[in-house]
């Protein structure tokens, strides 16, 4: 069974531990116990091929799906169709605590290292892109088909994000680093988890999971509550 350290992202305050990557889901799902800062906020943008499945176990989160804004708390599910523009911000003043999904998985679990991996290591704007334009291009061309910022509008993105990847592999910047990956060795001890879910049996039942957050099957997500 792989194991996964917890990753920070300080500029989008949230804390990543993954239960299911594509690795053990065949590629159907990726899925993590996710907690966001007080403050935290993720910036609009789209998952070109990914529906992603927002579950609240503890506090309160806005998230804005297109032009509707949801608030969510314990117990309440959303799915965001892919391609669709969204955002979520914390603005409860305490922490909160849940379980994310992506379906299919693509390349999800990578991207989120890297984009936890620059925002701690190099030099990044407040929403965690680097400010380097040759990282720029190698990472958000390489994920491009996993996450697209709104700003600037795609369309010029797809101009200049190639022009950028090309000069970064020339220059050999990668997309991701192996430092970046949160999948940890074999060998290695067993992590502590970033929180028991134990303790929130009700509200995982309530948002349809019925099996182990460890199970690599997705969550059915006609059965979901959109709130």
Not at 27 to 54: K, L, M, Q
Not at 63 to 85: C, E, N, Q, S, W
Not at 167 to 188: C, F, G, Q, Y
Not at 196 to 223: I, R, V
Request: one cysteine or more; hydrophobic letters at 35%.
């Amino acid at each position: 069974m792989a194991k996964y350290r917890t990753t920070f992202n300080p500029a989008t305050g949230e804390h990543i531990q993954y239960t299911v990557t594509g690795l053990e889901s065949k590629g159907a799902v990726v899925r993590y116990r996710w907690t966001s800062d007080p403050g935290g906020t993720i910036v609009e943008h789209t998952h070109p091929s990914c529906a992603e499945v927002f579950t609240i176990l503890e506090g309160e989160v806005t998230l804005t799906v297109g032009k509707d804004r949801i608030t969510l708390g314990p117990g309440h599910t959303a799915v965001v169709p892919p391609g669709v523009v969204h955002s979520e911000v914390n603005n409860s003043g305490k922490l909160v605590r849940g379980v994310v999904e992506l379906q299919p998985a693509s390349h999800t679990a990578e991207l989120h290292d890297a984009l936890a991996g620059i925002s701690s290591d190099l030099p990044h704007t407040p929403a965690g892109a680097p400010k380097s334009p040759l990282q720029l291009g190698a990472t958000f061309w390489a994920f491009r088909n996993d996450i697209r910022a709104t700003s600037p509008p795609i369309w010029l993105q797809n101009i200049f994000l190639p022009i950028l990847a090309g000069a970064a592999k020339i220059a050999r910047v990668p997309a991701t680093r192996p430092e970046w990956s949160s999948r940890l060795p074999s060998d290695a001890p067993q992590p502590d988890p970033l929180f028991d879910e134990s303790a929130y049996l009700n509200q995982l039942t309530e948002a349809g999971y019925t099996f182990a957050l460890t199970d690599p099957q997705p969550l059915p997500t006609q059965h979901t509550k959109e709130k």
